[in-house]
């Protein structure tokens, strides 16, 4: 919902009414992950994507059909010898789409969600997508972690069993369908619940203000990272250098980490890049991070003499090969890359392979599935 909700939000308050399809399950090699949506607006104008191509004209269909009537539906889509090049999915995968109707009357609470996912405030969002009972259809909780739910999708047991799950998929920054039973009993079946967690962006972490920072700092922008470039040099750490980072911070970057861990500003979808390739700085900085006991990726910058010589003094620091294992040095994957906007897609192209479980070999020499299931969720 995140990528359309610009567009949501224009009509909603205008008052207008839209079909929204959501994407709340993936099978195999389903091309879009769960929680994209798309948009059916009341011009006729579809915004968003569900498939990447696949199934976009039936659940554009079905959102006007729900409009019409007001009644959800969860419809799965997926590859047959009927349907593969009709409304399945020619890839081989499955998407069980939920499909609503949203409007002011409908979702009163869009409005105050919109406001805390701008402002990078945490916030989740419950809805009952399938249930015996067709009076718990399309029941929505709002769960914040400083205060108490908003909403109700049935019965007190329901909403507690439902709460604390959803609490757990925010801290991860996730979404996933729920299965209870019908009335939120953790052994049993019948109810599904969907869960956006829509936690502030993960962040990546940038030390060194060089030129390979600089196209580092725009691919981590690029890739929906909140980016923060560190460097104890401030003739070199100014934002006219990195306009494309978030923020610039200019201090000792084992200082600055220490400091962000202490404020619980580091979590398990965090990236760390040490590209200043010296040991008065990226030692003291890998002793920190590399102890610390959940990040996403530690990697660091340098040619072979320059990661040898930093193991060693790292082993020398005290640093545990359990420890040393985490580090991803030198950093990035083995694309021949020259310039720094070619490093900084090799960097990209390692962090991402690390976050979904991929090997980084071509796809045209492999076999099996595409899309592996997520070692880190995002």
């Known amino acids: 919902m995140r990528d359309v909700l610009g567009e949501l939000m224009a ?9 929204v399809g959501t994407v709340v399950a993936t099978f ?19 915004v968003g994507s569900v498939s990447g191509g696949c199934v976009e004209g039936a659940v554009y269909e079905l959102g006007q059909s729900v409009v019409e009537s007001g009644a959800p539906v969860l419809e799965r889509y997926g590859v047959s010898d009927d ?4 409304v399945g ?31 990078g405030r945490p916030v989740a969002l419950a809805t009952v997508i399938d249930h015996p009972d067709p009076a718990w ?9 400083d205060r108490d739910a908003e909403g109700s999708l049935g019965s007190p047991r329901a909403d507690d069993a439902v709460h604390d799950d959803a609490l757990g998929l925010l801290a991860a920054g996730s979404n996933a369908t729920l299965t209870y039973g019908p009335d939120g009993e953790r052994r049993g079946e019948g109810m599904r619940v969907f869960v956006w967690g829509f936690a502030p962006k993960p962040r990546m972490l940038v030390f060194g203000a060089i030129d390979f920072a600089a196209a580092v700092a725009r691919v981590g922008s690029f890739l929906g990272y909140h980016v923060t470039v560190c460097d104890a040099r401030p003739v070199f750490a100014t934002t006219s ?20 861990v202490a404020a619980g500003h580091v979590d398990r979808r965090t990236v760390l890049c040490v590209l200043t390739h010296d040991p008065k700085f990226d030692v003291p900085l890998l002793e920190v ?14 040619s072979r003499r320059t990661h040898d010589d930093r193991m060693q003094r790292l082993r020398d620091a005290g640093l545990t090969d359990e420890e040393l294992d985490r580090l991803s040095s030198p950093i990035g994957l083995d694309l021949g890359a020259r310039t720094p906007e070619e490093t900084a897609v090799s960097i990209a192209a390692e962090i991402v392979a690390r976050q979904w479980g991929g090997t980084g070999h071509r796809l045209a020499t492999s076999s099996g599935r595409i899309h592996q299931d997520p070692h880190v969720p995002r």
Request: hydrophobic fraction near 45%; proline fraction near 8%; include cysteine.
């Open 11 to 19: 009509w909603w308050e205008a008052g207008e009414t839209v079909g």
């Open 28 to 46: 195999s090699s389903a091309p879009r992950p769960a929680g994209a949506s798309m948009l059916v607006g009341p011009d006729g104008t579809a």
């Open 83 to 86: 349907d593969a090049f009709a």
């Open 89 to 119: 999915l020619t890839c081989g995968g499955i998407l069980d789409v939920y499909v609503e109707k949203v409007s002011r009357d409908t979702f009163p609470e869009l409005g105050a969600i919109a406001v805390d996912i701008e402002a």
């Open 137 to 145: 259809l399309g029941r929505r909780m709002v769960v914040r972690p």
């Open 241 to 260: 250098r990195f306009p494309e980072a978030d923020e610039v911070v200019v201090d000792w970057p084992h200082r600055y980490l220490d400091a962000e």
């Open 289 to 302: 991070a590399l102890r610390l006991p959940e990040v996403a990726y530690v990697g660091a910058m340098g």
